[in-house]
C-alpha cells in the first residue's frame, strides 16, 4: 500500500499537471493528496473529468476558495470515506481492499498564520481522541516533528541563487503508536522536488511479516507456585553427549517448560483481571443487600487479594517489558504498551543501501542485501 502527499504550489500550469499524473503512475500511490493547487472550484472540474476518470477526488473548496487540498484515491484498491472537510485538512477512514485493514487519514496543508494554524491543531488533538490506526501526511508549514524517513533531508527551498537559498523541513508523515503496531513495515521516502519546490512525501507500508521474538525471562515466573518445581524437573532430564551440550540442551529443556508455564498461566492475564473484578463487585453488591454475611465477608477477602495480586502481576510484566523502572498507578498502563510497541518498531529495518548503492525496501529485500553483503565479504566455498 501506498500513500502520498505533494505540495505542487499551483496546478494550472499544464507541465504540473501532467508531472502529477506521472508521478502517481510511476509510484502506483493508493491515496495521494495534493496541496495548494490554486486552481479555482470551475477549472478543477473540467480537470478532474479530463485527467481523473478512473480516480475518486474530493476536494476541500467548501471550507476554502482555493481548494487547497485535493484528496484522490484508486476505488479499486482502497474504500475511502470523507469525515470532515476542513480549510486546513481532509479527515477520512480508508479501507485497504487486499488486506482489508482500516485506517485513518488526515492530509493536511497548514496555515503559514500561527493563528489559523493553532485551530488546525485543535483539530488534530480532537481526532487523536477518536481513531486507532492514524496516519498524517503533508505540509505543516512549520520547522522543525515521523515514520521512519529517508531521502531528502529538507523538503523545501525557495530555488534562489547560493547566496540567499533557503531550505527547510516543511513537509512530514506521522503516525501514532497504533499505526506502527499494526503496520511495522511502514517507510516514508522524501523525493526529489521537481518542478514543485517541495519534495512528495511518499509512504510505503509493506507486508507484514511475522518475526518471532525473542525468549526473555520475566522475574513474575519465579512469582509461581510451580516455578521451582517445574525448573528442577527439566534441568534433572537426562541428557547425553558433551558438556557443552548436555548445558545447551538442559537450557533448550527449561526454557519450553517456562514458555508453557507463560503460556498457561499468564497469556490471558487481562481477562483474568476482568473475571476477578466482576465477581469483586458482584460480591461487594451483595454484601450490601445482605448484612451481616460471614461467608459474603470471607469471599470479599479471597477476591480483593487475588485481585491485587493479579495486578501487581501485571504492572510488574509491564515494567520489566517496557524497561521503565517506576509506574504511576494515576496514569493509564495503555502508554506503557504504546512505548512497549515503539521500541518494537525502532528494531525493524525497513530500507538500506546495498554494498553497490542500490535501495533495498521492505523486510525480504533488506534481508537478501544483509546476505549479498556477507557473501561478497566472506567468499564462497572453493576446492582445493
Known sequence: ????????????????????LDFIRNTQVDIIGILETRIKEKAAKTLIKQHYRNYNVVCN??????G???????????????????SQFIHCEATHHATGHVFHLNM?????????????????QQISTQVQHWLILGDFNVVGMLVKG?????????????????????????ANSSWLNTFPGTCASF?????????????????????????????????????????????????AGSTMFKLFKKLKNVKGKLKKLHKENFTHMAQQ???IKEALHHCQEQIQANLPNSELYDQERTLLATYTSLKQLESSIIKQKAKIDHISYSDSSSKYFARIQDRKHQQIIGRIFDKDGNERIGVDNV??????????????????
Not at 473548496?61 to 482555493?66: D, I, K, P
Not at 479499486?76 to 470523507?82: D, E
Open 367 to 384: 534481508a537478501a542485501g544483509f546476505i549479498d553483503y556477507y557473501k561478497h565479504l566472506l567468499g564462497s566455498p572453493q576446492s582445493t
Open 108 to 124: 493536511v496543508y497548514a496555515s503559514n498564520k500561527a493563528r489559523t494554524c493553532d485551530d488546525l491543531w485543535v483539530n488534530l
Open 191 to 239: 523525493l526529489p522536488a521537481s518542478i514543485s519546490d517541495h519534495s512528495p512525501v511518499l509512504v510505503t507500508v509493506f507486508e507484514d511479516k511475522h518475526v518471532g521474538s525473542r525468549f526473555s525471562f520475566l522475574n513474575s515466573w519465579v512469582e509461581h507456585p510451580d516455578y521451582h518445581n517445574l525448573v528442577s524437573k527439566a534441568w534433572q532430564e537426562p541428557v
Open 273 to 275: 483481571i476482568k473475571d
Open 150 to 174: 529517508t531521502g531528502c533531508e529538507m523538503t523545501w527551498t525557495n530555488k534562489q541563487d547560493i547566496s540567499s537559498i533557503v531550505w527547510s523541513k516543511l513537509d512530514r508523515a506521522l
Open 1 to 20: 500500500m501506498k500513500i502520498s502527499s505533494w505540495n505542487i504550489r499551483g496546478g494550472n500550469d499544464p507541465l504540473k499537471q501532467q508531472e502529477v
Open 68 to 86: 487547497r487540498i485535493w484528496l484522490i484515491w484508486r476505488p479499486t484498491h482502497v474504500t475511502v470515506i470523507i469525515l470532515k472537510i476542513h
Open 61 to 66: 473548496y467548501a471550507a476554502h476558495y482555493n
